[in-house]
């Protein structure tokens, strides 16, 4: 599936997304780590890859097995810095009430609920993905 990476249309896309693969036999016990990472996943790719720069479309490609769903996330946005995988350590909370970070706790979101994250910058664009294991077959 493809749309415009906007935040409207995001939280339509990752919604019939998540109803697609409910319907092809994701296991209930995974559809929430699911959205919760794929929402986080497209997120950024709305608020820092095309930040400053025309918002373009988000493709989204799964394969869901015996096993496992894997989800390609592609855009041709800005790469993420330094070319890599943000480490998903998340910034301190041992600090005042008003001085509590905003952000910076989607990664380590995405880290703790995907069994493995890749990515690359091919061709200009961005291409991340997300792999869920979970016992239950589809």
Known sequence: ????????QASAGIAALSARLAAQ???ESKADDVRIALTEAIN???EHAYAGVAAADV???C?????K???QITDTGDPMP???IPSGTPPSVDTALQD???GGFGWHLIHQLASDIQYERKSGGNLLCLRFDFDEMP
């Open 69 to 71: 769903l894997v989800i």
């Open 82 to 84: 330094e070319l890599r």
């Open 63 to 67: 394969s869901l097995c015996a096993k």
């Open 44 to 46: 950024n790719v709305v």
């Open 1 to 8: 599936m493809s749309f415009p990476a906007t935040q409207v």
């Open 100 to 102: 509590l970070p905003e």
């Open 25 to 27: 036999g994701l296991p």
């Open 59 to 61: 493709q989204i490609d």
